[in-house]
């Protein structure tokens, strides 16, 4: 079985700062895919950023990089030069298949508030 | 707009009433997710269907829910003789495969608010 652990329930960073979000992941399968998603106040989940577990470079889509660290089942989301419009609930998630293409399994969540 | 469409977006029903939620994923998509998400909590995978086929149930879908995709379009999820516990939102996502070792992120819907009385 699949488990993400995100610690950080909520966090406040000021406006053009840097933020890290936490996650932890485990499983036994030895391929695997890392999804970031950020839900707005709206409610739908917006695809952020991806890791197979495979790949040798750590992610990045433009403000938004992760930080793998595969030896200690970690996938941290960093968001560089944070907008106000960066507030919102970030989810780590995890699918069994390399390529994403099966069920993900979800973290609890962290809720970014961007502070002007 | 071509991205995931669910009807409807609010429910609110009595105990024991039966409820149906459809989804219309992208028009290419072959795999569609059905999640629910309590409050405070991330989604929890139900079933999903890659075309018509259910590939897989969560032990979470009792037998009171069921769910259909009959001609590998949209799908819908049905949950019969509802309880407060039901009282969710209720995600639907869809995604294809992609050749050349592309990955696949799952495109979400904005989801179907059901609350039971």
């Known amino acids: 079985a699949q488990k993400i652990t995100q610690t950080q329930p909520g966090m406040f960073v000021q406006e053009k700062e840097a933020v890290t979000l936490d996650c932890t992941y485990d499983t036994s399968d030895p391929s695997y895919g890392l999804f970031w998603y950020k839900q707005p106040s709206s409610g739908e989940m917006i695809f952020l950023i991806y890791?197979?577990?495979?790949?040798?470079q750590n992610a990045t889509e433009g403000r938004y990089s992760l930080n793998f660290q595969k030896a200690r089942k970690s996938a941290n989301l960093v968001i560089s030069a944070s907008q106000l419009g960066d507030s919102a609930m970030y989810f780590c998630a995890m699918s069994r298949a390399f390529f994403g293409n099966e069920k993900l399994t979800f973290g609890t969540g962290t809720r970014l508030t961007i502070i002007p | 707009d071509t991205g995931v469409s669910q009807n409807p977006r609010h429910k609110i029903t009595k105990r024991g009433q039966n409820v149906t939620f459809r989804c219309d994923p992208i028009s290419e998509h072959n795999r569609l997710y059905w999640y629910r998400q309590t409050l405070g909590q991330g989604p929890e995978f139900l079933t999903y269907f890659q075309n018509e086929a259910q590939l897989e149930k969560s032990r979470l879908l009792s037998d009171r829910f069921s769910a259909e995709r009959p001609k590998g379009s949209f799908s819908t999820l049905e949950i019969q003789r509802t309880e407060q516990g039901d009282s969710a939102m209720y995600l639907c996502?869809?995604?294809?495969?992609?050749?050349?070792?592309?990955?696949?992120?799952?495109?979400f819907g904005p989801g179907t608010r059901l609350t039971v009385l």
């Open positions: 890791q197979g577990s495979y790949d040798q």
């Open positions: 996502a869809s995604s294809s495969r992609l050749s050349g070792g592309s990955y696949n992120e799952q495109f």
